[in-house]
């Protein structure tokens, strides 16, 4: 079983970058697609960036998309998610989850089976 944990998060002002990681134990992340979601106040759970790079490919939300960017150290089995020009609506808990998903899916938490316990990232104004 696929064990995952999160970390690098934090309180940042807006602006700033923070590069949150995802360390994964009991299976490598070449065998699955990784994806990003998080949990903001008073919001629900949302997508925030995946990648299979075996299957060649990643996506992101239109909220995210050319501020932050996935990828991964083989060596480390380790997933980072990039985070730059970060607003206060970016925070959130953030979550890193594996599965066996098709692009078509990758957006639908259902899709990831394994889940991390999530990182808090705070953005003040």
């Known amino acids: 079983q696929v064990q995952l944990v999160e970390s690098g998060g934090g309180l940042v002002q807006a602006g700033d970058s923070l590069r949150l990681s995802c360390a994964a134990s009991?299976?490598?992340?070449?065998?699955?697609?990784v994806g990003w979601f998080r949990h903001g106040p008073g919001k629900e759970r949302e997508f925030v960036a995946a990648?299979?790079?075996?299957?060649?490919?990643?996506t992101y939300a239109d909220s995210v998309k050319g501020r932050f960017t996935i990828s991964r150290d083989n060596a480390r089995n380790t997933v980072y998610l990039q985070m730059n020009s970060l607003k206060p609506d970016d925070t959130a808990v953030y979550y890193c989850?594996?599965?066996?998903?098709?692009?078509?899916?990758?957006?639908?938490?259902?899709?990831?089976?394994?889940w991390g316990q999530g990182t808090q990232v705070t953005v003040s104004s």
């Open positions: 989850a594996v599965g066996r998903t098709p692009l078509s899916t990758a957006q639908t938490m259902g899709a990831y089976p394994y």
């Open positions: 009991g299976g490598t992340f070449g065998a699955y697609a």
């Open positions: 990648s299979w790079w075996s299957a060649g490919w990643t």
